[in-house]
């Protein structure tokens, strides 16, 4: 894995259902906050492009033997 590597990072449904939730909930009560969190979700996922396993194994699925997967 070379510096300049750019990796595929898949949002799952369930993030994009969350992420929305919450752009819904906030939309009418604060539209700057709705800004901010778009912006920090976009810049996470430009980060875990770069750097792939700077994102947390997830606890469910690691008691499995999986640990591909972060979020």
């Known amino acids: 894995m070379s510096q300049d590597d750019v990796y595929n990072v898949i949002v799952s449904r369930f993030a994009k259902d969350d992420l929305n939730e919450i752009i819904e909930y906030y939309d009418s009560l604060n539209k700057s906050?709705?800004?901010?969190?778009?912006?920090?979700?976009?810049?996470?996922?430009?980060?875990?492009?770069?750097?792939?396993?700077?994102?947390?194994?997830?606890?469910?699925?690691?008691?499995?033997?999986i640990e591909r997967y972060r979020e």
């Open 33 to 65: 906050y709705v800004e901010s969190v778009i912006n920090q979700f976009e810049d996470n996922i430009l980060s875990l492009s770069h750097f792939p396993q700077s994102g947390r194994i997830i606890p469910e699925i690691h008691k499995q033997g």
